[in-house]
């Protein structure tokens, strides 16, 4: 177990910038996701804290020790590939066993220690296989077997589950868990996929083009985003331009299209503003302290355990989500339809520069 901290990290690969000046500390114990779009520097944030690549400014430090320059091996880091790199040749028993056998460990230790591994990644009877004779998800988990088997400090996994199916996805997510768990071994996970680090993350850096623009538990960077790119990355949402048109104190009153919503918290100067706001916290009926718009409905589209509605407000279209079927009793296209949503439910936050 290790925390990690990175020190104001800066990367170039010729004109582009990868990392702009990462600063981040990830606790003993944790389940720590860098998650953010296709080259937004996740990969190569990894690979620096593995010890594969080296910064071009700025201190990586694990626990009390700098090791900005030392080697994978020497600060004790293992990181797993998305394509799970096994060796073809080697059983699965011989693919766990090879860090063993590097580090010239008695046979008998070596056994030891990969029927734990095997055991903990539930693939006992599977030793004798070779790799092209497991599907992806047991590939995986030789993988992760691999890593854990040389009792990493730090377990760095890079979009892991990218090659399964949505199947395999979830139940490998939930053993990815398990075994952090099980262990309490400090873990640092990449994805794109904010539906998976919602779920297996303590707490997510959301990164957009080499920054971090957020750091926080799950809930923290879902219902509290600081930015208008945490708030739309986050999960289907409603992010809508409007302007502030009046102010008091820390309330002001805001505007879009035709449409006035007032008694709304914002502390920013910028007067352009989004408002953010989630499907399921808009309602089909009154309720207390709530904001209300009229429209015209645009779509009712049924996704089984949910249904949303698509409102048109002007031009501008937003979206709301029920999960019974009395809400959208009487409710057609083109029809009226009215969304109450409380104001505590709203958020403003200051429009992004592009
Ligand atoms: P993905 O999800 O697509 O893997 P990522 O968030 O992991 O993306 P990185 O792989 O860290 O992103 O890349 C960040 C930026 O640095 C990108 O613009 C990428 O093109 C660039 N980059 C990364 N590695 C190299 C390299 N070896 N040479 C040149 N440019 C690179």
């Known amino acids: 177990m290790v925390e990690v901290k990175l020190k104001d990290v800066v ?11 990462v600063d981040l500390e990830i606790k003993h114990g944790e389940l720590f996701t860098l998650l953010g779009p296709s080259g937004c520097g996740k ?53 766990i066993a090879y860090g063993l056998k590097v580090r010239k460990l008695p046979k008998s230790e070596i056994d030891k220690k990969v029927r734990w591994a095997l055991e903990l990644v539930k693939l006992e009877g599977f030793e004798d296989r ?4 497991l599907s992806g998800g047991q590939q995986q988990r030789v993988a992760i077997a691999r ?58 850096a959301v990164m957009n083009i080499g920054n971090i623009e957020q750091v926080g538990t799950p809930r923290e960077i879902y219902e509290q985003p600081r930015t208008e790119f945490v708030a739309s990355f986050m999960g289907k949402t409603n992010v809508i331009p409007a302007k502030v048109v009046e102010r008091e104190e820390n309330k002001v009153t805001v505007e879009f299209e035709s449409f006035r919503l007032d008694g709304l918290t914002y502390n920013e100067k910028n007067d352009n503003v989004v408002i953010v706001i989630r499907p399921e916290r808009i309602s089909l009926h009154p309720i207390e302290n709530a904001v209300t718009l009229t429209g015209k409905v645009d779509l009712i589209e049924y996704y089984g355990f949910f249904i ?32 109450y949503i409380n104001r505590e439910d709203i958020l403003v936050l200051p429009r992004q520069q592009l």
């Open 308 to 339: 949303e509605i698509v409102g048109l407000f002007g031009e501008k279209r937003i979206i709301a989500r029920t999960i019974s079927d009395k809400d959208i009793k009487g409710l057609k296209p083109q029809g009226e339809v009215t969304f």
């Open 147 to 204: 890593a854990l088997v040389v009792e990493p400090k730090l377990l760095l996994l890079d979009e892991p589950l990218s090659n399964l199916d949505a199947k395999l996805r979830l139940e490998m997510r939930s053993e990815i868990r398990r075994i952090q768990r099980e262990l309490g071994i400090t873990v640092i996970y990449v994805t794109h996929d904010q539906e998976e680090a919602m779920a297996i993350s303590d707490r997510i």
């Open 130 to 133: 070779y790799p092209t004779q």
């Open 11 to 21: 990367k170039t690969f010729g004109e582009t910038v990868a990392l702009k000046g």
């Open 43 to 95: 990969s190569t944030t990894l690979r620096i804290i593995a010890g594969l690549d080296f910064p071009d400014r700025g201190e990586i430090w694990f626990d009390d020790s700098e090791v900005t320059y030392l080697s994978s091996s020497e600060r004790g880091a293992v990181l797993v590939f998305q394509n799970y790199a096994l060796w073809p040749h080697m059983t699965v028993y011989d693919n």
